[in-house]
């Protein structure tokens, strides 16, 4: 069974248009996380949810916005695609913020 | 403040022995080290929390000086299938998140 899920794995989209990656947790985990790794491989945390409720909003634009329906589930929705946006969007789930975190297989989304 | 991972990059033959270094400017609380194959999502390893308690993969250990701020990955008799990136990520004291230092891309070569 897969721990972590993501759809979908590739997106490929034109600059301006709105998209969504949805991602799940079937671990029981309550904290759930966005990543985005760039082109760098760099790793940095977007948005962080502790039992649905947002902890960490790093300085992330506002066209993206994350939606926790529940513990099992963190979906990024992304308004206005730009360029930059380009990069591997990876979900994650722990319990609680301290301990190991499970990273779901990414989403290569590609704007052009 | 992103930890500084070194070296940035290493090559090895099997069997050889590898460290790689994270230091960080912040109090930590934790310390966690990741693996990430080409392709692939990031793999936990190892956590070394603050006051000694260390959880992780049996055949890689680790250390974490608190009054440095400092952690190492220890990997020894390297096999193949340790290729990859090793990101270590701190927690600081006060912050829920971990910050991700730039990795170190291991490769080990027969």
């Known amino acids: 069974d897969t721990a972590v899920s993501q759809t979908p794995k590739y997106l490929v989209t034109q600059m301006g248009n709105d998209k969504s990656i949805k991602c799940e947790q079937n671990l029981g985990h309550d904290t759930m996380y966005w990543y985005k790794q760039d082109s760098k491989k760099f790793l940095k945390i977007m948005f962080s949810?502790?039992?649905?409720?947002?902890?960490i909003n790093e300085t992330v634009p506002n066209r993206f916005s994350p939606k926790s329906p529940d513990k099992a589930h963190l979906n990024l929705h992304i308004n206005s695609l730009e360029l930059g946006d380009s990069a591997v969007y990876f979900c994650a789930s722990s319990q609680g913020h301290l301990y190991e975190q499970y990273f779901g297989p990414g989403t290569r989304l590609t704007v052009t | 403040q992103q930890p500084v991972q070194s070296p940035q990059a290493v090559i090895l033959r099997e069997g050889e022995d590898a460290v790689i270094n994270c230091s960080s400017s912040?109090?930590?609380?934790?310390v966690h080290w990741y693996r990430q194959k080409h392709g692939e999502a990031p793999v936990f390893l190892m956590i070394l929390l603050k006051g000694g308690e260390q959880k992780g993969h049996d055949k890689i250990s680790a250390s974490f000086n608190e009054k440095k701020q400092q952690s190492s990955l220890y990997l020894t008799a390297s096999q193949l299938s340790y290729s990859g990136t090793y990101f270590c990520g701190t927690m600081d004291t006060g912050r829920r998140a971990l910050t991700f230092g730039s990795g170190t891309r291991l490769q080990v070569q027969p």
């Open positions: 912040k109090a930590l609380y934790s």
């Open positions: 949810y502790n039992n649905k409720e947002l902890i």
